[in-house]
């Protein structure tokens, strides 16, 4: 993308604000830690303005590492004791506060590990127990949890959901193109 994708507007909102009020919209999240790296000052900027005390926001300044630096700043900035981590990504705004009730009831139901997954597919965020936030803080690379979500398989339990918006992921202009006046819902 040319331009910063998280900046830009889908449905007439940023994509990482949309994100942010998501999560915020529910009351099980403790917190919402926005890690910024390249554009910091932008993403920041999109977010003013949001007052919820459980918004932080934390700098990367080896996001160009790939995203696992940013998931272990995220999971480094996490409360103690935390005992659940949702990731989500923040080209990735079409998942409902809904979906994410979802898969924290599945990991309080006893979840190690909860993917949202429609028809097979599967997408984010993720819910990953407070148990894997030290693994978390090592991260490097571009593969993100993916790795832990693969070793971990039989801790990974699948929350079949009603709609498949938390599919769409936003990596071109392509993908933009076909969102950015929002998708269709069943």
């Given at each position: 993308?040319?331009?910063?994708?998280?900046?830009?507007?889908?449905?007439?909102?940023?994509?990482?604000r949309t994100v942010v009020r998501k999560l915020l919209?529910?009351?099980?999240?403790?917190?919402?830690?926005?890690?910024?790296?390249?554009?910091?000052?932008?993403?920041?900027?999109?977010?003013?303005?949001?007052?919820?005390?459980?918004?932080?926001?934390?700098?990367?300044?080896?996001?160009?590492?790939?995203?696992?630096?940013?998931?272990?700043?995220?999971?480094?900035?996490?409360?103690?004791?935390?005992?659940?981590?949702?990731?989500?990504?923040?080209?990735?705004?079409?998942?409902?506060?809904?979906?994410?009730?979802?898969?924290?009831?599945?990991?309080?139901?006893?979840?190690?590990?909860?993917?949202?997954?429609?028809?097979g597919r599967r997408g984010h965020p993720v819910v990953?127990?407070?148990?894997?936030?030290?693994?978390?803080?090592?991260?490097?690379?571009?593969?993100?949890?993916?790795?832990?979500?693969?070793?971990?398989?039989?801790?990974?339990?699948?929350?079949?959901l009603s709609d498949d918006g938390f599919l769409v992921?936003?990596?071109?202009?392509?993908?933009?193109?076909?969102?950015?006046?929002?998708?269709?819902?069943?």
């Open positions: 993308m040319e331009r910063k994708k998280e900046l830009l507007p889908v449905d007439g909102e940023p994509m990482i919209g529910s009351a099980r999240i403790d917190e919402v830690i926005v890690v910024l790296g390249y554009e910091a000052n932008g993403v920041g900027a999109t977010l003013s303005g949001i007052t919820d005390e459980r918004l932080e926001l934390i700098g990367n300044g080896r996001y160009s590492e790939g995203m696992g630096t940013s998931l272990a700043r995220a999971a480094q900035a996490c409360l103690w004791g935390t005992n659940a981590i949702v990731v989500a990504l923040g080209d990735a705004p079409f998942f409902s506060t809904e979906d994410v009730k979802a898969l924290l009831d599945a990991h309080a139901g006893g979840a190690a590990i909860a993917v949202p997954v429609f028809q990953l127990d407070g148990s894997f936030r030290e693994e978390l803080e090592g991260l490097t690379g571009d593969t993100g949890a993916r790795q832990i979500l693969e070793r971990e398989s039989a801790s990974v339990v699948e929350v079949e992921d936003i990596d071109d202009p392509d993908d933009y193109e076909a969102v950015k006046d929002g998708i269709e819902t069943p």
